[in-house]
């Protein structure tokens, strides 16, 4: 049974190098590259994508926890936007 290790909140989306890259804050627990994770809407709608890459102050970070705030490369590619929930599951 999958539960979640994990909750951040969507704050600002970023166009790098043709990439579409989630600034987020992390609420609850923590998100680490590799998760599978589920992006959630406010109408209720999710999408289920994995996170590639984790970033923070430009260098590449293998986790971030409750408090801090990454940047998120996902793959698939999803149309997020601000103010979406991602929550990570382990």
Do not use: W, Y
Request: net charge positive; glycine share 12%.
């Amino acid at each position: 049974e999958l539960k979640i290790t994990g909750r951040a909140k969507i704050v600002a989306s970023f166009d790098i190098e043709g990439k579409k890259i989630a600034g987020v804050m992390v609420t609850h627990g923590k998100l680490k590259n590799g998760d599978n994770i589920v992006v959630k809407r406010a109408d209720g709608s999710s999408m289920e994508t994995k996170i590639v890459s984790l970033k923070r102050f430009k260098k590449n970070i293998e986790s971030v926890s409750n408090g801090q705030d990454c940047g998120l490369g996902i793959d698939p590619a999803l149309d997020f936007k601000e103010g979406d929930i991602i929550e990570s599951l382990g």
